[in-house]
């Protein structure tokens, strides 16, 4: 078995479906398998997973066991030479296992391989490449300048060594993942990718990020942008102090105390809840029933080089189009900041898409 592509999944049944379609079309000329682990979802997913995806490997929690324990189960059952963790609210291209693994076989002593993120607006995630979190890099993050936090020796496009990488999309060897332990179980969420980078790093390993690949992490529908996941993740990053620089007593104590005065004093972002007015489809064949679902005209449009107008949406339909020529759409049409796109799935009857971090994304059914 060459690749086993884990994903650990929570209540996000469409989001998988989607990821899951885009992995099978992405593993398509590889001897590979896919593991769901789902950590006792209350929604369908794990229903949607056997009847619609019977080669889908499914592991059901009876207990929501947290990203670290969870993806370390995936792991336990797989048997690939390589493993990739993948976020279920994740589209990926057609290319991307193909490309990277022969990237690695191309570099000695690689840790881990990460790729370019971009979120539900075709934005670049930053946290995409990551340096180690000192404390002072970690401190003026803190206070919002996160200059020293990401890595901006690297453009987003290009390809060289980073050293931490984002738990959404994460590419390694199996020994790698099996030397250094697995994810540390201490996590519940959140921090599990900065912990695992680094102890890689500190095992002697290098750990890349490749710029020239895309995946769209919608970012949000995992998990829920509130005071609990406020709360976790700067936990989590108290757990990183204490385990890897508990000897600086004093800047583990100015770190705690300045995570419990961001958390106390963080803004939640204003969403902009403005009606979409119009709809555009870069096939005909939903366009009925789309137009019946919604109410409205549904135009088609072919040529997104040409002027789009302010509040549209732009849906675009698997059908007919590649994963990866959906992502390079994301990213080319940003530019108009007040234009939105959502996702028809291959042989799907919904449409779906995210604009926000921090709230969970819209489905359509239809």
């Known amino acids: 078995m060459k690749l086993s592509v884990i994903i650990l999944n929570y209540n996000v049944h469409y989001f ?20 769901v682990v789902d950590n006792n979802s209350e929604d369908s997913s794990c229903e949607m997973i056997r009847e619609n995806f019977p080669d889908v490997i499914l592991i059901e929690n009876n ?24 976020n279920p609210d994740t589209v990926v291209p057609e290319d991307i296992f193909e490309l990277l693994l022969e990237f690695i076989n191309n570099q000695t002593n690689v840790g881990i391989v990460g790729c370019k993120l971009i979120n539900g607006k075709g934005d670049f995630l930053p946290e995409s490449k990551r340096n180690i979190p000192f404390v002072k890099a970690a401190l003026k993050k803190l206070i919002g300048n996160s200059k020293d936090y990401y890595a901006g020796h690297l453009d987003e496009n290009e390809i060289g060594k980073v050293d931490i990488l984002v738990g959404a999309f994460m590419l390694m060897k199996r020994e790698v993942f099996q030397e250094i332990g697995g994810f540390d179980e201490d996590y519940f969420m959140y921090g599990e990718d900065i912990d695992l980078s680094y102890k890689v790093l500190k095992a002697g390993y290098d750990n890349y990020y490749y710029g020239s690949s895309k995946v769209i992490h919608f970012k949000g529908e995992s998990t829920l942008r509130d005071t609990l996941y406020a709360k976790r993740f700067y936990g989590a990053m108290q757990i990183f102090y204490k385990k890897h620089f508990k000897k600086n007593i004093l800047y583990s104590f100015l770190v705690g105390l300045g995570i419990k005065v961001v958390y106390l004093f963080r803004k939640m ?15 005909d064949k939903m366009n009925q029933k789309l137009e019946k679902y919604l109410n409205k005209q549904v135009l088609l449009k072919f040529n997104l080089t040409e002027q789009i107008p302010n509040d549209t949406e732009i849906i675009f339909d698997a059908n007919v189009l590649a994963y990866k020529e959906i ?30 971090a921090i709230y969970r994304g819209e489905i359509l059914r239809f």
């Open 16 to 35: 998988l479906e989607l990821c899951l379609k885009s992995v099978i079309a992405a593993i398509k000329n590889l001897e590979a398998e896919i593991i």
């Open 327 to 356: 992502i390079t759409l994301f990213e080319e049409t940003k530019k108009n900041k007040r234009v939105t796109f959502k996702i028809l799935p291959k042989d799907s009857k919904f449409i779906i898409g995210s604009d926000n």
């Open 269 to 283: 972002p204003v969403v902009n809840n403005k009606s979409i007015e119009r709809y555009y489809l870069i096939s």
């Open 63 to 86: 207990e929501n066991f947290g990203f670290s324990k969870g993806n370390n189960i995936g792991f336990a059952r797989s048997k690939g030479e390589y493993v990739c963790i993948l």
